[in-house]
């Protein structure tokens, strides 16, 4: 029977009023994510579910609320949720994939994304960027046979994609293959567009820092600052492998560098220094580093806040003191 007002029937309007909620409960879960209320979003993401059972993007949306909130392995249930029914689909969307890869890498459970990765190409064999996905997986993990196997047989089957030598190069500096991982890196750059030189040598030296082989990797940057000369980072990066070859005053030069390249990141790009020197338990350099920082950037908090730990560090906590004394006392008051 139609509705005497409107011409509908008592189920469209029920239809219509659900529909109505549902909007309303997602705009408010929104409005919380937006104020990082993951607690409150969580629970109307929990009724958004409830009212409707089949609208995966809750569910997505769910997972992304608990990871926010610290609740990680319940996000991880919601996600695996949703992978589940990936990896059944004809078409393999992957969205819930991608976000169990990118957490398992934020949180270095490497043996869980291996797990999630041989899943995946186990059901999209062919796929040429879950296979490289996979093989990272195993590198980082520590299994590099397994990850040069991948990248090799990608390399033979796409010989002109220059990251997959690349790749290859990496699993071998990673298995302390060093001569033969500089010819696949020069074969990325052979294959490559010009231009591209410098970025496969960083590449490579951040697989030498990694490898614990810091004066390849001092070898590596200088190459790469050499053949990139506008590319300021690549000189901090070779501040770091000196830094870890204890030559700290060639390290400052290096930042310098890249301080005149990029003169506006001055303050950040000693503060990277500053918090690398102190990895290193090296506190005196460090609070010089962080004091440059200032220097450039009076504003910046953290810059202060760090500097004031790097003293206090190495006994000088007098000086540490005054400085916090600082943030505390209002700009303009005695």
Same mark, same amino acid.
């Given at each position: 029977m139609r509705g005497p007002q409107y011409g509908t029937t008592g189920k469209e309007i029920e239809e219509m009023t659900d529909q109505t909620n549902t909007e309303q &409960?997602? *705009?408010?879960?929104? #409005? &919380?994510?937006? +104020?990082?209320? &993951?607690?409150? /979003? @969580?629970?109307? &993401? *929990? =009724? $958004? @579910? *409830?009212?409707?059972?089949?609208?995966?993007?809750?569910? #997505?949306? $769910?997972?992304? /609320? #608990?990871?926010?909130? %610290?609740? @990680? +392995?319940?996000?991880?249930? =919601?996600?695996?949720?949703l992978f589940r029914k990936e990896l059944a689909r004809k078409v393999f969307t992957g969205f819930a994939y991608d976000e169990l890869v990118r957490l398992f890498r934020e949180t270095r459970q490497y043996d869980r994304l291996v797990d999630v990765c041989e899943r995946a190409v186990a059901? =999209?064999?062919?796929?040429v960027h879950l296979r490289h996905t996979l093989g990272d997986a195993y590198l980082r993990a520590g299994r590099h046979a397994e990850a040069l196997a991948i990248f090799e047989a990608l390399a033979a089957e796409e010989p002109d994609m220059s990251v997959f030598h690349a790749s290859v190069g990496g699993a071998l500096i990673a298995a302390g293959r060093f001569d033969e991982a500089e010819a696949s890196y020069r074969r990325a750059i052979e294959n490559d567009f010009p231009g591209k030189e410098g970025m496969f040598l960083n590449k490579m030296g951040h697989a030498y820092m990694l490898a614990g082989a810091y004066g390849r990797a001092e070898s590596a940057f200088r190459r790469a600052a050499a053949a990139s000369g506008e590319e300021p980072i690549y000189r901090c990066d070779l501040g770091d492998a000196l830094v870890m070859l204890g030559r700290v005053e060639e390290a400052f030069q290096a930042y310098g560098e890249a301080v005149g390249v990029n003169p506006d990141f001055e303050g950040t790009y000693y503060f990277r220094l500053g918090n690398r020197l102190m990895k290193e338990n090296r506190a005196p350099? /460090? /609070?010089?580093?962080?004091? *440059?920082? %200032?220097?450039a950037d009076p504003a910046n908090a953290f810059y202060t806040l760090s500097l004031a730990e790097a003293l206090s560090a190495c006994g000088r906590t007098g000086e540490a003191q005054a400085i916090l004394e600082t943030l505390r006392t209002p700009a303009g008051e005695p």
């Open positions: &409960y997602e *705009r408010m879960a929104q #409005l &919380y994510m937006k +104020e990082k209320r &993951y607690p409150e /979003a @969580i629970a109307v &993401y *929990r =009724q $958004l @579910i *409830r009212m409707k059972p089949d609208m995966d993007s809750f569910v #997505l949306c $769910l997972a992304w /609320a #608990l990871k926010d909130n %610290g609740e @990680i +392995e319940e996000a991880v249930e =919601q996600f695996e949720k059901v =999209q064999k062919k796929d350099e /460090a /609070a010089e580093a962080f004091r *440059r920082a %200032g220097a």
